[in-house]
C-alpha cells in the first residue's frame, strides 16, 4: 500500500491535473457555459475542501497515522472512529468509506458549530456541493490508490 506521503503526492498530483483541466476548458470554451458550476469560488472550494480530505480526512484515521496525528490535541475526537473501524476494513470500502468518515465528521463538528452558535442558514448548497466533491473525490483517490497497489503486488 503506498504510505502516507505518497498518498500525499498522490492526491495532490490529481488535484493539479483536475484544476489544469477546468483552466483548459474555461480557455478552450465559452467561459459562460460553466459558469454556474466551474466558477472560481466553486473551484477553490472544491479544492480545499479536497486538501482537507487529503489532509485530515483519510480512510487511514482508523491507525496512528499522519492524518490522524494532524488533529493534534482534537485527535482524541476520532478515537471512536478508530476504535470501530478496523483497517483496510469498512473505512477503505469504496461506498461505506467515505459515508463512515463524513457521518463521522458531522457527528463531531455539528454539535460543536451548534454550540459555538454558528448560523446555519449560511450553508448554502454552493458551499455544501464543493465540500461533499471535494471530501468525496480526496477520499476515494486514496482508497483507489490502496486498491491498484495491492492489486500490483
Do not use: C
Amino acid at each position: 500500500m503506498p504510505d502516507g506521503k505518497n498518498h500525499n503526492i498522490i492526491n495532490i498530483t490529481v488535484l493539479i491535473v483536475l484544476l489544469s483541466g477546468v483552466f483548459a476548458l474555461f480557455k478552450r470554451y465559452d467561459v459562460d457555459l460553466f459558469a454556474e458550476y466551474l466558477n472560481f469560488q466553486s473551484v477553490l472550494l472544491f479544492s480545499i475542501f479536497y486538501l482537507f480530505g487529503t489532509f485530515f480526512l483519510s480512510p487511514d484515521l482508523d491507525i496512528q497515522s499522519n492524518p490522524y496525528e494532524r488533529w493534534g490535541p482534537f485527535k482524541f475526537l476520532w478515537w471512536p472512529y478508530k476504535v470501530i473501524f478496523k483497517h483496510r476494513g469498512l473505512s477503505h470500502h469504496p461506498v461505506f468509506g467515505p459515508l463512515t468518515i463524513i457521518i463521522n465528521f458531522g457527528l463531531i463538528f455539528v454539535p460543536l458549530m451548534v454550540l459555538a452558535g454558528f448560523e446555519f442558514e449560511l450553508v448554502t448548497v454552493e458551499l455544501i456541493v464543493p465540500f461533499m466533491i471535494g471530501i468525496l473525490t480526496s477520499i476515494e483517490l486514496h482508497i483507489l490508490a490502496d486498491v491498484v497497489v495491492s492489486e500490483l503486488n
